[in-house]
């Protein structure tokens, strides 16, 4: 059992370069301009905030967010474009790694990334599976205008008991699923640690950092055995939802966070 | 991925945290779209007076404190208690009725509350066996992107600010507000009394009276008597109580139906209450029992219904009914809005 007195800043987060720019209105002719601003963008600016905010408190503050970006496979053209976009917005980026698909796990792993972050669900779940703490990059509308950060983590995922997460098999989850979603609850625990740290750096009112807990399948005690759980590991969470079955769009709709862990269980009909 | 089978999905953690052999079946929430939803605040389901206090006075970091530190201790019932259980009852017996239907009531609890009273919360739900799985702690946030979301039929809530944010927005909504005294409400049957003009009806008759005078209303009432007004907020709600009274009637209950809605309503029977009954009708409504007092104080006729919630736009008749031991709830709609509601506790004070 790890002490989480161990688990140390910075709080280093994978991004996927086609996630912070939208690469798909890319026109030829226009190669002296920007990327134009892809999903992450919202994301990236909220982050910075977040280190604004915790640098203000504490300027040898080493807990703050790190973030890097990893391209799957690009031309060199597209590398000189993201390097130039990322100057240009001013956007605070550790590192970038150029690698091929297959190598993506592995650039992860050996970056020791403390959380990879993707809109795409099979790169996040794959992640997941072979041990790397992955969560969706919610896709929001672009004028998400508050300065905060928010993330949801899953109450199912953290509430469900082992047990419980073994008998999902009677409810259509194949076992590369239920591992994906009982590995999701152990990569979650250092973010959700140091999230935990962080928060706490800030008061209850006006914090740019937002947490919340969001249960969609489980009842309400396993709602409130995930907020017991996330109390435990140092994060008391700001929001919390449960929905019992009921659609979680809607809802996400209005949550709009940046950071989703949910391990492959949301219910997004 | 296979779409779950939500039925069992949702009742099986409850196998594990409940430690039983043999779990008792919980039945599940229905579809937001199928059902009656009704949203209800922390306060105004329960009663954080002591709670409250500490925040206005202490602050947000006290009050959460003060919060997790009695976590255990269940929260005392608040004026939108009884109703709810009332209306659990309902529940029940439809499902009694009609096992595989989904027109039911869905009771969402709706709060601004902070997540860490959140275990508090549940914990009280827990031991009142309250049938609310649904909840939304929005830590501050407004309410009214989630109370859209579960598409609310009603919204009920002790912060009146709020209510009338809601009904700006066209969602049902009223700010409950304590009993004088306790009154003793049926257990197995919901009662719900709706005032007239304003909350069922649109609120051109009371401009019309506020305006010119009650000769001048009384007039325009008998002349437009076959012109259906418009209607009001709480329109929806009494027609979705409707939906569910029909399905009793269906099964042969209309005698001994849990459902019984009234008209509590200043008009008068030989006047102007004609033409609040033909509207009814003319939108193929009705209440089982229609009072017109012709002006007289709402609250003598209320203690004798006993329903479990009072709706009126006006704060005269909402206060006049409380301290006579009903739980009256303001729907701040209309031409009488223009004097600043009082907030739930400053009523509570002057009656107590």
Known sequence: MEDKKNYTGPLMIALQYNDLFDLDSISTSTDTDALPNGRAFTFIKAVQTVNERLVEQNKSDCLLFEVI????????????????????????????????????????????????????????????????????????????????????????????????????????????????????????????????????????????????????????????????????????????????GAPCSPILAVVKPHILWDGGLLNMS | MNKPLMKEMHTFGEQETCNQSSPSKKPTPPKPQNAITIA?????????????????????????????????????????????????????????????SEELFDVVLMTSNHAHVGLRLINSINHYQLFIERFCMTGGN????????????????????????????????????????????PETQL??????????????????????????????????????????????????????????????????????????????AASSGTRALKTLRSWGLETDEALFLAGAPKGPMLEKIRPHIFFDDQMFHVEGAAELGTVAAHVPYGIAQKVQSKTARDVKKDIL
């Open chain 1, 69 to 244: 970006l990893i391209s799957k496979e690009c031309s060199e053209e597209i590398k000189m474009k993201v390097d130039e976009s990322v100057k240009h917005y001013g956007l605070e980026i550790g590192k970038f790694f150029f690698c091929k698909k297959e190598e993506l796990i592995n650039t992860l792993q050996s970056n020791k990334v403390k959380l990879f972050l993707s809109t795409e669900r099979d790169d996040v779940y794959e992640a997941l599976h072979t041990g790397i703490p992955a969560a969706l990059l919610y896709d929001q509308a672009d004028d998400h205008v508050l300065n905060q950060l928010k993330v949801i983590f899953s109450g199912d995922v953290i509430g469900f008991s082992e047990d419980s997460l073994d008998g999902l098999s009677e409810f259509g989850f194949s076992e590369t699923q239920i591992e994906t979603i009982k590995t999701a609850k152990i990569c979650m625990k250092e973010f959700a640690v140091l999230i935990g740290q962080m928060r706490r750096r800030f008061g209850q009112e006006n914090s740019p950092l937002c947490t919340c807990v969001l249960t969609s399948w489980g009842s309400r005690n396993v709602c409130a055995s995930a907020l017991k759980t996330l109390r435990e590991w140092g994060l008391d969470v700001d929001e919390a939802f449960c929905l019992a």
């Open chain 2, 40 to 100: 209800v605040s922390s306060r105004a389901l329960f009663n954080m007076d002591r709670e409250q206090d500490i925040y206005e006075q202490q602050g947000m970091e006290d009050y959460l404190k003060y919060q997790i530190q009695h976590e255990i201790e269940p929260f005392a019932p608040g004026p939108a208690f009884p109703f709810i259980k009332a209306v659990e009852a309902v529940n029940t017996r439809l499902r009694e009725l009609y096992p595989d």
């Open chain 2, 142 to 185: 407004s309410l009214i992107g989630y109370l859209k979301a579960y598409h609310a039929n009603l919204y009920l809530s002790a912060d009146s600010l709020k209510v009338r944010e809601a009904i700006e927005e066209g969602i049902a909504a009223a700010t409950v507000f304590s009993p004088g005294k306790i009154t003793e409400v």
């Open chain 2, 191 to 268: 009662r719900v009394a709706f005032d007239g003009d304003a909350v069922l009806f649109s609120d051109e008759s009371e401009r019309i009276y506020k305006a010119h005078g009650l000769d001048k209303f009384f007039e325009h009432e008998k002349a437009h008597e076959n012109k259906p007004l418009d209607h009001g907020p709480l329109k929806g709600f009494l027609e979705a109580l409707g939906k569910l009274q029909q399905k009793f009637y269906a099964k042969g209950q209309r005698l001994d139906c849990p459902i019984r809605t009234y008209l509590v309503t200043a008009r008068s």
